[in-house]
């Protein structure tokens, strides 16, 4: 079939779906983005962005000039509708929250019409798909879905996950390879010629199912890694061995290539996504939930080495530990971005502004105000630091430029390994 896209939709304008909407209006296509907050609306029709991310204002503030890509808070009646919105948890249990994906849905029923697409984006536990066909479903009874008329629906539902790394989008959008998975044949057909219109990345076709299990697998696999290479860091500084260099010697051998470890795993997808597979599958996904408590577990171990180093530092100055001023470098969950999501070292700068009140310092380069969850404490310039234990926690450029700060060093990415304390 010789699908059209004239105007393509994308509900919820973050880090994910701002710069695939540009991607889209960039092959000269009309495309209306929709987010429920008024200040990235506004942002965005000014030609501008509210999010860092290489080359993305470029994009945006073209599209936007040249009459392709504007931004509104009502969905609007398109060809394409890709929605990708949080998927967070709620309660304590880790349970995929979908309350999003579901207001994604019902905003956008009124406005679907007989031969258009959804696609899902966001990362979702298996059976998402099926759930948002169902919800059009009982928004429209004029019209039919996959999951009551199968190829004969009148709209056609998919799943199609993003696959990029933050600070690399605007490539990996172009270049990464695609898993598409409909809830029919015709369903997979539409997407990927949808995807066509921008992705030179290979294409390949399967079920929602099998697409949603796909992205959480990804995911569980590197958090496996870090893992092992973060209980590794632990167990190193129990024995006294110096876990960069052992790792480094490890990766010596051609068929070992082990990570390397930090305070914790962070962001929207690795520190998320395994969880949608123990939430499937509770009783047999026993190594995927060990790994997360490990993950999870990092921090703590980080604050307890940053006590430690108070300590010494108290010992060795002869003064009272609450007299120490502690930096803390850097907040965003990786480096070179300033996206601050499930961030460990932000959670870290909590429980340290927490015991240190003001006495707390933080440089991250990539923000130019804290989170209002760090009230007390002070953003500053690298150069302006003046500390008495020094804390990295995102290897950042500009932190790899710069020479090891003089004081007690708590080095959790191997950056400043030369200098004081580090692990």
Not at 12 to 19: D, T
Not at 325 to 344: H, M, N, Q, W
Not at 350 to 365: D, Q, Y
């Amino acid at each position: 079939m010789n699908w059209r896209f004239n105007r393509i939709a994308v509900v919820g304008l973050g880090y994910i779906g701002l710069p695939t909407a540009a991607m889209f209006a960039s092959r000269k296509i009309h495309v209306t983005g929709v987010d429920v907050s008024e200040h990235a609306v506004e942002t965005i029709n000014q030609g501008k962005i509210h999010i860092v991310e290489p080359d993305l204002d470029i994009a945006v503030h073209s599209a936007v000039s040249q009459g392709y890509l504007r931004a509104t808070t009502t969905p609007e009646p398109a060809d394409a509708f890709l929605i990708a919105v949080p998927t967070p948890f709620k309660g304590e249990d880790n349970e995929p929250d979908l309350s999003y994906v579901e207001a994604a849905c019902r905003s956008i029923a009124p406005v679907l019409a007989p031969g258009n697409l959804v696609v899902l984006e966001s990362t979702s536990p298996v059976g998402t798909t099926e759930k948002m066909s169902a919800w059009l479903a009982e928004a429209r009874s004029d019209l039919s879905f996959p999951h009551q008329a199968g190829e004969a629906s009148d709209i056609r539902v998919a799943h199609c996950p993003e696959r990029v790394l933050p600070g690399k989008v605007m490539q990996e959008l172009i270049h990464n390879a695609r898993v598409i998975g409909g809830l029919t044949p015709a369903c997979s057909d539409a997407s990927l010629a949808l995807y066509r219109l921008f992705v030179e990345g290979e294409c390949v076709t399967t079920n929602a199912r099998t697409a949603e299990m796909a992205k959480l697998t990804e995911n569980a696999f590197r958090d496996v890694n870090i893992a092992f290479a973060n209980e590794l860091s632990l167990i190193c500084d129990r024995l006294g061995i110096n876990v960069w260099e052992l790792i480094a010697l490890a990766n010596r051998h051609p068929r070992v290539n082990i990570l390397q470890p930090g305070p914790g795993v962070g962001g929207h997808c690795i520190a998320v996504d395994p969880w949608f597979i123990v939430s499937s599958a509770p009783d047999l996904a026993r190594l995927i939930r060990t790994t997360r408590k490990v993950n999870d577990g990092k921090p703590a171990w980080v604050l307890d080495q940053v006590e430690g180093a108070v300590s010494q530092w108290a010992e060795t100055s002869g003064r009272d530990a609450a007299e120490a001023t502690v930096a803390c470098y850097g907040l965003a969950f990786k480096p070179d971005i300033d996206d601050l999501r499930e961030s460990p070292a932000l959670h870290i700068a909590k429980e340290l502004e927490a015991r240190l009140g003001g006495r707390l310092l933080v440089v991250e380069p990539n923000i130019d105000r804290l989170p209002a969850s760090l009230g007390r404490c002070r953003l500053v310039a690298a150069s302006d630091v003046v500390a008495d234990v020094h804390v990295l926690l995102v290897d950042h450029r500009e932190f790899k430029a710069m020479p090891a700060p003089s004081g007690i060093v708590v080095d959790t990415r191997g950056v400043w390994t030369g200098a004081g304390r580090t692990m």
